[in-house]
């Protein structure tokens, strides 16, 4: 044996501690067996970022079961080798079950237009319009901003307007009509059309 090699750590032992969850001893598991176990998951799914998500899955599954580890059944390798196998073999049977439910689209699916109005500039456009617009009724008085919401959201005419803000009805109309007028030039001048 060369001198300034070290010697393999004791695979049994370091699972015998992560049963008991002891954290360091984890690390010198990973390092001393991930680049076999990798090379397993990468033999059964032919994928590098899918063998290592296996992987990754095999070593927590490890963490947690270690306590089910028994050394009189199998070497340490030969049951990691095991989990990391069946990780990879449920991967790949989930990928092809994926596979088959995804309906392959033909020429004229991809021809339909997309949704004008889903379009990225579409969407910023109609958000800055409705900041604009909300702007603008901030800038109403409370009185001409509930007339208005009365009128265009719950449909209401000036007398039930009246009725629910407590008001005269010529004074109800006052708000409704200046209300509008003062929407109209600030959305105006926002560069709001109608």
Not at 77 to 102: C, H, P, Y
Request: hydrophobic letters at 45%; aromatic letters at 6%.
């Amino acid at each position: 044996m060369n001198p300034t090699s070290v010697p393999p750590p004791d695979l049994s032992a370091l699972l015998a501690r992560i049963a008991l969850r002891e954290r360091a001893a984890f690390e010198p598991l990973y390092r001393a067996t991930c680049a076999h176990l990798l090379g397993v998951a990468y033999r059964v799914l032919n994928d590098r970022d899918r063998a290592e998500d296996v992987l990754q899955e095999a070593f927590m599954n490890v963490w947690h079961n270690a306590a089910g580890y028994r050394p009189d059944v199998a070497a340490p390798m030969t049951w990691l080798i095991n989990i990391v196998r069946n990780k990879a073999i449920d991967a790949l049977r989930s990928g092809k079950t994926e596979r088959a439910s995804t309906v392959a689209l033909d020429d004229e699916a991809m021809a339909v237009a997309g949704d004008p109005a889903l379009e990225p500039q579409r969407l910023l456009d109609d958000g800055l319009t409705k900041a604009r617009i909300d702007g603008c009724m901030a800038a109403l008085n409370a009185s001409q901003r509930q007339a208005l919401a009365l009128a265009y959201y719950r449909g209401m005419v000036h007398t039930d307007i009246a009725l629910a803000l407590n008001a005269p009805v010529g004074t109800a109309k006052a708000w409704v009509r200046r209300g509008l007028d003062k929407l109209k030039d600030c959305l105006g001048a926002a560069g709001v059309g109608a």
